[in-house]
């Protein structure tokens, strides 16, 4: 429980479905609060990042999704309608919502001969990946900005205090270099020995699967968890991914697939923790004595 919590029963609620949905939108937050320039910013770049990748992918987004609408006839099934109203179940780039939905009415085919193009490999396709789902994390990390911006100014007060970071700051720089926000928050030995152990964990499947762990085209979904490590994914999409299997899948393949995907669960902790400290730099944590209430 925070000081605030004890003074404000109402900062121990969230901000609410309208908020929570707002999120899905980048700069919707921002332009909310009046900070019109940060909203701007937020959409441009979310939207940019989001359609460099896709220039690479195009079609090939249907195969990196949960649900490809390929069930026959494709053009009544459920979730081709749902594609050619731009609801794509793509992970994470459905976090950025709108870029999401422009780039699968672009991206959408109902032909069976567009089916068979989405399973080709693409040249580049590792990066684009990277990118549209680099957009989509971009937009959940300006969204968590967003969200403490409504949060310090609902439970701040008049003059609310600075935090030593960003929360959304040091949760983004995380994502790419774990450790990386703890250190920018104070706390340079936790996030030291928090981001050496997640590196850790997924270079050793990477190591151990011969740098083929982590290919979005081979295991869209393990890659979705592995994702959560920005930095590791960025490495594997530009040096190991592109690397064709020669012979036999690598021994110890599955092994290191799950290696990569929990040192990518292992950085989702160390995102919410760093964003956790930086945000108690201004709403610190009170320790309760028995009888409080």
């Not at 700069?27 to 900070?35: H, P």
């Not at 959409?43 to 359609?51: E, K, V």
């Not at 299997?245 to 040192?263: A, H, K």
């Not at 956790?276 to 709403?283: G, L, T, Y």
Request: glycine share 12%.
């Amino acid at each position: 429980m925070t000081a605030t919590d004890k003074q404000n029963p109402a900062s121990l609620r969230g901000l609410g479905w309208g908020t929570f949905l707002a999120g899905f939108v980048p700069g919707l937050l921002q332009f909310q609060l009046g900070q019109k320039g940060r909203a701007i910013l937020a959409f441009l770049s979310c939207t940019a990042l989001f359609f460099i990748g896709w220039v690479l992918v195009r079609d090939r987004l249907f195969y990196f999704a949960l649900f490809a609408p390929e069930t026959d006839p494709v053009h009544l099934s459920t979730v081709g309608i749902l594609a050619r109203c731009g609801i794509t179940v793509t992970l994470p780039e459905i976090l950025n919502f709108p870029a999401n939905a422009i780039g699968s009415i672009l991206a959408f085919d109902p032909s069976y001969e567009a089916q068979r193009l989405w399973r080709l490999p693409r040249a580049l396709e590792d990066l684009g990946g990277f990118l549209t789902a680099a957009s989509g994390y971009l937009a959940a990390f300006w969204s968590a900005d967003g969200h403490w911006g409504m949060r310090l100014q609902r439970d701040g007060g008049v003059n609310p205090l600075r935090p030593i970071c960003n929360p959304a700051f040091a949760a983004g720089i995380s994502w790419l270099l774990p450790g990386a926000g703890h250190a920018l928050a104070g706390q340079r030995s936790k996030g030291i020995l928090m981001g050496a152990s997640t590196v850790l964990v997924f270079a050793l499947g990477l190591l151990l699967s011969q740098g083929h762990a982590v290919d979005r085209a081979i295991a869209s979904v393990w890659w979705i968890g592995q994702s959560m490590c920005g930095g590791g994914v960025l490495f594997a999409s530009l040096v190991t991914a592109p690397q064709e299997i020669t012979g036999s899948f690598p021994e110890n393949l599955d092994l290191g697939t799950v290696l990569c995907t929990v040192g990518g669960l292992m950085n989702l902790v160390v995102m919410v923790d760093a964003f956790s400290i930086a945000e108690r730099s201004v709403f610190p944590v009170l320790q309760l004595h028995e009888g409080d209430a």
